[in-house]
């Protein structure tokens, strides 16, 4: 399985860099040239760590209470894969000259990002170029790339020059809210060193505290030189080449985290030694043998829709270089692709992206779980925030477990998150039968989150339980009473609680959950009764269930007179403005009868 392009376009270049991106649930690449772009060219060059991360402090011109004073943002990391090439002192770009060959490949049997080029310069001389990238499921911290140069007509003098640069910004853009609006630098240099021929560079982010090291060698046949400087380790290869020679080397990029690994600079260098020791032709056979037994599971195979296979199993793919394995990261917006939606973690997470890895790895899907699970105090501290006495409360957008949305009707007013977490618990022990999970981790979680509910919501006097000035799935009706998806969201994590606390009882496996989170079993029956009572809006002239207690009073959005240029809406419109009519951005009510078709079927 492969995606190919054959064309030079420098108007999708940007896309482009997603599109052949290389990541492995923690180390991600932009797909960016190795020698880089003419200036005229748009390019967000990137790397990045799952969950590696700065703060910043969130301004406004009237705070209130609750309101988060800082957010977390997902950093752009040194650039690791610049290569820049000369032949005698001219800079190689398939910018200038002619270009008689030009393919890009991202082959996901393989697990590798490939470019060829073939390279006529504006002095008449042909090179040809071969390039690949991998970054190693087997090894996440590695990034591996393979360069082969070989000359057609071309005699003299090589030079190669890369390195590890720590100048480095993250992308902003001030018109857009799904990215940051101020460029800054989050990362940088504390040390650059040369230890037995390999560069070993030391960054920490500028407010989080976190650090980063950096191991990286070359390993060629040819004069090789690193030394450091201001910005991080300069690397240069000098070599010479005749008509028909090739000249070929091995980059091996070691990235070790602090949030992972008690002594980053230690553990970079060993795994380096370690990468370079096994070499790129075993290393590029371990990602193969690891892709093969991944997609023996996980491929798709739609007889006569050949189109369609190759564009789900595309997708299936970017979701096991997204999902994050150790519980550490989890599954940002963007993947590892890049910076939209500055890294954050939402709850596409648990509702679209977790079913896929429960019925394929349930390995990876257990680790998205105890992410949370790992940042259940944080959540408890969120409920605290809100008000709530009790429970938990799982923030709309975080990385590290606080709630990083400074807007909250479209944030942290979604309280359908921790029904969406907790949803996604129960899917797990009921695909996997993993009664040892539920009683480490999965009770505890349960309980906090069935508890927010009770103060979440109230009875009103007629003994229905309603849940109001929350915000559903759509994000253009907010603040509303009685979300349809919200309330079947608190109504299953009611009833899912009380399954698991009775069964883990009857399994004598209770006892930890009940003293980490001090269970009277009093609560299994105010669990009970705010489920049977909860309150589900239905329209009894139209016949269907509401979005919310309100949504059906409000007049219905023009959609197909509104102007192409005004979409996304959110970009064009104030959000009151939006608010006031019935017009979705996400699917709300219909999700909830997909997710919870039993308990739809049971009410009609």
Same mark, same amino acid.
């Given at each position: ?45 990137? !790397? ?15 705070? %209130? ?303 998205? %779980? ?20 009790? &429970? ?5 957008? !975080?990385?590290? &477990? ?99 606390? !009775? ?102």
């Amino acid at each position: 399985m492969k995606l190919i392009k054959t064309k030079l376009d420098r108007r999708s270049l940007a896309v482009e860099e997603t599109l052949f991106h290389t990541a492995n649930g923690y180390l991600g690449v932009r797909g960016c040239f190795e020698e880089g772009y003419p200036a005229d060219i748009q390019t967000i060059r990137g !790397t990045y760590i799952n969950g590696f991360y700065d703060t910043v402090e969130l301004s406004y011109p009237e705070r %209130l209470y609750g309101f988060p004073t800082r957010s977390q943002r997902l950093i752009n990391l040194p650039d690791v894969q610049t290569i820049k090439l000369f032949l005698d002192d001219e800079e190689f770009s398939i910018f200038t000259g002619d270009l008689p060959a030009y393919e890009r490949v991202l082959d996901m049997n393989n697990g590798v990002a490939e470019r060829h080029v073939r390279r006529k310069s504006p002095r008449k001389k042909t090179v040809v170029v071969h390039i690949t990238r991998m970054t190693s499921f087997e090894r996440p911290e590695l990034f591996l790339t393979k360069y082969s140069l070989e000359s057609v007509d071309f005699e003299g003098r090589v030079r190669f020059v890369g390195g590890i640069n720590c100048a480095v910004t993250n992308f902003a853009d001030s018109n857009d809210p799904r990215v940051a609006s101020e460029q800054m630098q989050h990362i940088h240099l504390d040390s650059a060193e040369i230890v037995e021929d390999m560069s070993l560079v030391k960054c920490s982010t500028d407010k989080s505290g976190l650090q980063l090291a950096i191991s990286q060698q070359f390993v060629v046949c040819g004069d090789v030189k690193s030394e450091a400087y201001e910005n991080g380790i300069h690397t240069t290869i000098l070599s010479d080449i005749k008509p028909g020679e090739i000249i070929a080397f091995d980059k091996y990029t070691v990235m070790s985290d602090s949030r992972r690994q008690k002594n980053p600079s230690e553990h970079a260098l060993k795994t380096l030694k370690d990468c370079v020791r096994v070499g790129a032709k075993s290393l590029l056979l371990e990602q193969r043998s690891f892709l093969k037994n991944f997609w023996a599971v996980s491929k798709i195979d739609l007889l006569g829709a050949k189109e369609i296979n190759e564009q789900l199993n595309f997708n299936i793919y970017q979701l096991l270089q997204s999902a994050g394995r150790d519980a550490v990261g989890n599954v940002a917006s963007k993947g590892i692709s890049g910076e939209g939606y500055e890294g954050h973690y939402f709850w596409d997470t648990e509702i679209y992206i977790f079913p896929f890895f429960l019925y394929t790895q349930p390995d990876i899907a257990r680790a998205l %779980l105890t992410f949370r699970y790992n940042t259940l105090n944080e959540a408890r501290n969120h409920a605290r925030i809100m008000g709530h006495t009790k &429970g938990a409360l799982y923030p709309w957008r !975080t990385i590290s &477990g606080s709630e990083c949305s400074s807007f909250f009707p479209a944030g942290s007013a979604q309280y359908h998150l921790t029904g969406d977490v907790a949803y996604s618990f129960l899917q797990y022990y009921y695909a996997t039968g993993d009664i040892d999970y539920m009683a480490s981790c999965a009770a505890e979680v349960l309980i906090e989150t069935a508890r927010l509910w009770l103060e979440a919501g109230n009875y009103d006097s007629d003994g229905s339980f309603h849940i109001h000035a929350v915000t559903g799935p759509d994000e253009y009706t907010c603040c509303v009473s009685d979300n349809y998806y919200t309330n079947l969201c608190a109504q299953y994590n009611l009833r899912g609680a009380v399954e698991i606390y !009775t069964l883990l009882k009857d399994n004598e496996l209770h006892s930890a959950a009940t003293a980490r989170t001090n269970f009277d079993e009093s609560e299994l029956i105010a669990f009970t009764q705010a489920a049977n009572a909860m309150f589900l809006p239905y329209d009894e002239k139209l016949g269907i269930y509401a979005q919310d207690s309100t949504f059906l009073d409000k007049p219905v959005w023009n959609i197909a007179d509104t102007p192409k240029e005004k979409f996304p809406l959110l970009l064009h419109y104030h959000p009151l403005y939006l608010y006031r009519f019935q017009v979705c951005k996400q699917a709300d009510t219909v999700l909830a009868h997909f997710l919870f078709e039993e308990a739809f079927v049971r009410m009609i």
